[in-house]
């Protein structure tokens, strides 16, 4: 048992440890100055922060679909479940093709977005936002569902005899109960868009400061000049090592209290 | 501002449970519901509360409709003026005792600061003024039953539906907060049902006695009288056990 672990455990840790030690320490402030990777950087954090945004606005509801689904018969009950699920097992790259086929310039809605507002999706940063909440979402519906799943319905019901009308009660019980998980998915949803190079690259292509986030800029600039990509993989990878310690200690209050 | 009597007619059929009850509970009187478990006493009082629906029946306090089966009336549970406290207290885990119970004015249009003046008020009433900043786990089972009347109670209920309040309880401190309940019980105006299980809790809290056996009322009556007379076996074994 000891020696698979520690293999498992030293292909999880060794690649990182040797992002660190290749880092080129000493170049390291002149190029992330680098006006290309600075802005990659902002167009990535921005990004992905307005996809959990978003997927925090839309995935909530569809999650609280996804429970009352529970009383559901079967069969619409699996589809919508393996519907939300899907965007979790496809490969990033299928699912920026899709999102090609649906809003492209010839594609299903994209077509008449174009002829009749003259709205081009793909190549924009909209696209990078689409494609992220694409990608990240499930997640964030997920983490949120089961949380819901798992609190007691009946704080709900006592809310109502309290007099709390269905938006108190949403906002003022449901919610703060819920919020632990909400916050994990939110999470999972804004390192999985942090970090979304697939659907992203072949949906809205990479055109410096207007589609090219970081991981995007990080595999071009492997090519062209190493050291720079390693800068900017220590960067993600810190940007997530943060996020990750940041958000870890507000997930306590309200459940440990 | 007294509601009047709780009237309730109803029928359910949920799996085994075959709920078809009749009972009347009068304004400032305490009605014990009894019965052995699964006799349908808990979804009784869900159908009053309104957080479950009964497939046929109707619930009235005075001369306000809540449930009308056949009228097609359905008050929501949050317009219903009926407090519920149940079994296992269920305070807000995320907040505090003073904004668990100051939920309900806040709920019903209170600002933030009068639903706390208010809920002050009762946590001075019922001996927790001290406790108003902890949090639900920080406090002992007979706490918790307080605050949970309280949070009941400061809404101004027409009605107040009590689920087994002392079964959550040790056996030891169970005698202590069953007098401190009834004192508080004497005080409320409108009509209160317990559901319970405990003779003890009838003789010590109620007037009336309904007895539900298998979803059926099997006796009715003044307390006094239904242990005068128990005419079935489970009525007996019940009564039997609040004379040692």
């Known amino acids: 048992m000891w020696i698979p672990a520690g293999i498992a455990l030293a292909l999880l840790v060794l690649p990182l440890v040797a992002l660190a030690v290749r880092a080129p320490w000493a170049r390291l402030p002149a190029l992330l100055a680098r006006s290309e990777i600075a802005s990659a950087l902002a167009l990535s954090l921005g990004t992905a922060l307005l996809s959990t945004l978003i997927a925090l606005v839309l995935g909530i509801p569809l999650a609280l679909v996804l429970v009352r689904s529970a009383a559901w018969p079967a069969v619409p009950r699996r589809v919508l479940r393996a519907l939300v699920t899907v965007p979790l097992v496809l490969p990033p790259v299928v699912g920026g093709v899709a999102l090609l086929l649906l809003l492209g310039r010839r594609g299903l809605i994209g077509g008449a977005l174009d002829a009749w507002w003259g709205l081009t999706i793909p190549f924009t940063t909209t696209a990078v936002v689409i494609a992220q909440v694409f990608v990240a979402m499930p997640f964030l519906v997920l983490a949120v569902e089961g949380a819901v799943r798992a609190s007691d319905r009946r704080f709900e019901q006592v809310a109502a005899t309290l007099g709390g009308s269905r938006a108190t009660v949403f906002l003022r019980v449901t919610l703060p109960l819920v919020a632990p998980g909400v916050s994990a998915g939110a999470v999972l949803c804004f390192t999985r868009a942090l970090g979304e190079f697939g659907a992203t690259i072949t949906f809205a292509g990479s055109f410096p400061g207007v589609t090219q986030t970081l991981p995007i800029a990080t595999y071009l600039e492997l090519q062209r000049d190493p050291d720079a990509a390693i800068a900017l993989s220590l960067v993600l990878m810190i940007v997530s090592v943060v996020v990750l310690v940041a958000l870890r200690d507000r997930w306590m209050p309200g459940v440990s209290a | ?244």
């Not at chain 2, 052995?36 to 409709?65: F, H, M, S």
């Open chain 2, 1 to 244: 501002m007294s509601g009047g009597d709780l009237d309730v007619r109803l029928t359910l059929g949920r799996g085994d449970l075959v709920l078809d009850v009749a009972l009347t509970a009068s304004a400032g009187r305490v009605l014990a519901v009894a019965g052995p478990n699964g006799a349908g006493k808990t979804t009784l009082l869900e159908c009053v509360a309104g957080v479950t629906v009964p497939d046929a029946g109707r619930v009235v306090i005075g001369d306000r409709v809540l449930e009308d089966s056949v009228a097609a009336i359905r008050v929501p549970t949050e317009a219903r003026r009926v407090g519920m406290v149940f079994q296992d207290y269920l305070l807000f885990p995320h907040l505090t005792v003073l904004d668990n119970v100051a939920f309900g004015p806040r709920s019903t249009g209170a600002g933030r600061r009068e639903a706390r003046e208010r809920a002050g008020e009762w946590l001075d009433r019922f001996c927790l003024a001290g406790l108003a900043e902890r949090r639900p786990d920080q406090l002992s089972g007979g706490q918790r039953q307080r605050v949970a009347l309280a949070r009941a109670l400061v809404t101004d209920p027409d009605v107040l539906l009590l689920d087994e309040p002392l079964a959550a309880l040790d056996v030891e401190v169970r005698d202590e907060v069953r007098v401190e309940l009834g004192r508080h019980l004497a005080d409320f105006r409108g009509a209160t049902v317990v559901v319970t299980h405990d003779a003890a809790d009838i003789r010590a809290l109620a007037a009336d006695v309904v007895i539900l056996e298998r979803g059926r009322v099997s006796h009715s009556g003044t307390v006094d009288a239904i242990f005068g007379a128990p005419t079935t076996p489970y009525a007996r074994r019940l009564l039997a056990r609040a004379i040692d």
